[in-house]
């Protein structure tokens, strides 16, 4: 079997080592992939915006198999393409991927169907948002509608804060057109949790569940970024929260999309806040959460593929899913400055300590190969991932591997994790 995976990051990385376990898979190509992906599958330059040339890859190679890692070429219908080829993908169509592509789509179909999630408003120029925020209640959060990279969302604790925020979204365009519409929604406290899910259009079935990290600095502060690092399963979690959830956050979410004509299948991703008032829906993405990825496959010990095959085939409700009893962390090592402006091309040492060493593992982010070796390529370097026994084992084990790796202006937070100090 012959795999194509689209994208470059750690999240792709981790989706090519889960493909590479599956006993039908053969040969895997990544478009464009990454230095680390390389190691394991035949990397193609090509972006992953160009899509006549991967549908013409994909069809020259006998690819069997199309694995849509990001979220850019789902919204933008790279599914869609892929099909009319007749080239067979795993990931939603674009009359789907509007589900993380237009927070505001979003948002409206939590409302009309009665799916938790935090009051809010859409606007579609400056003037309207500032009228709205004069009467607002603080803190609240201003989100730019379309896909900024995980950094589109500004809280603010002030009326002078959120006036600079609209100007930061809507008239600067800091984060493109994806701020040509804004939504402004009440500040949720409590408890984030990331749970990602596969989906076959009909029927949901969950992974384990997961924390990020975005902010850039320890203590969550800083900028929001891609994301620093993560732990699963998250003890705050339960068995009680994921009931609530079961019936009123996945399955109406699933069947809200397929009443409104866009059968979802793939990935959906729940962001999820765990209030005073019960779970809420923070945010929807279309595909596995990255670094959510790096920390939830290596847990899983279904065949990947077969799973992918039944939500393409509508056979989701066929696959028992199974996860290591165990606990798995990622800590982030980034280039310092990111996610605003750091450089790049900085040779990487000590990569070599992860061969043969079980449960440890090295995803490549940003990363390139060079004559001189593999050097950094992006904000967002490399993904340290470790496995324990339990959270704090894994924590411990995540830390004591990011020292085996070195390169110049090298950064990292040091508290990825420390809530489960307090459980």
């Known amino acids: 079997m012959r795999i194509l995976i689209v994208g470059g990051g750690g999240r792709e990385h981790a989706i090519a080592m889960s493909a590479a376990k599956c006993s039908r898979v053969d040969k895997i190509y990544c478009a464009p992939g990454n230095a680390g992906i390389g190691q394991i599958a035949e990397c193609v330059p090509i972006g992953a915006m160009e899509f006549d040339k991967l549908t013409a890859f994909a069809k020259e190679t006998g690819i069997d198999l199309v694995i849509v890692g990001m979220d850019d070429p789902l919204v933008g219908g790279l599914v869609d393409e892929m099909e009319a080829a007749g080239i067979r993908t795993f990931g939603p169509r674009k009359n789907a991927a509007v589900l993380e592509g237009s927070k505001a789509f979003s948002k409206d179909l939590m409302r009309k169907y009665k799916i938790p999630t935090a009051s809010y408003e859409n606007f579609d120029n400056a003037e309207d948002a500032l009228a709205y925020l004069e009467k607002a209640k603080f803190p609240v959060v201003l989100k730019a509608d379309g896909l900024a990279l995980g950094k589109g969302v500004l809280i603010c ?27 402004i929604e009440e500040f949720m406290s409590g408890r984030e949790v990331s749970v990602l899910s596969f ?134 090592l980034a280039s310092d400055g990111y996610p605003v402006k750091y450089e790049k091309g900085y040779l990487i040492r000590g990569l070599d300590r992860f061969e043969g060493q079980e449960g440890y593992y090295c995803f490549h982010a940003g990363t390139k190969q060079t004559e001189e070796g593999i050097v950094t390529n992006g904000g967002r370097v490399l993904g340290i991932t470790a496995t324990g026994s339990d959270l704090k084992e894994a924590r411990a084990n995540a830390y004591r591997a990011t020292e085996w790796v070195e390169f110049d202006n090298k950064y990292m937070r040091h508290d990825i994790g420390k809530a489960i100090d307090e459980v």
């Open 199 to 332: 989906v076959d259009g009909k029927t949901v079935k969950t992974m384990t569940s997961a924390q990020d990290h975005k902010r850039a600095k320890d203590g969550d502060q800083g900028l929001n970024t891609g994301g620093m690092g993560t732990f699963s399963p998250s003890p705050f979690y339960t068995k009680e929260v994921d009931e609530v959830c079961r019936r009123t956050i996945y399955q109406p979410t699933v069947d809200a999309m397929a009443a409104e004509g866009r059968e979802f299948k793939g990935i959906i991703f729940f962001g999820l806040m765990l209030t005073e008032d019960g779970p809420k829906v923070l945010e929807y993405n279309a595909r596995f959460g990255d670094p959510e990825a790096q920390v939830v496959l290596p847990r899983m010990k279904n065949d990947m593929i077969e799973v992918m095959e039944a939500c393409i085939d509508g056979r989701l409700d066929e696959i028992d899913f199974r996860f290591e009893d165990n606990a798995a962390v990622c800590v982030v």
């Open 157 to 183: 604790r002030s009326l002078e804060e959120a006036r600079a925020g609209v100007k930061t979204i809507m008239l600067d365009k800091q984060f493109g057109d994806a701020g040509n519409r804004l939504v």
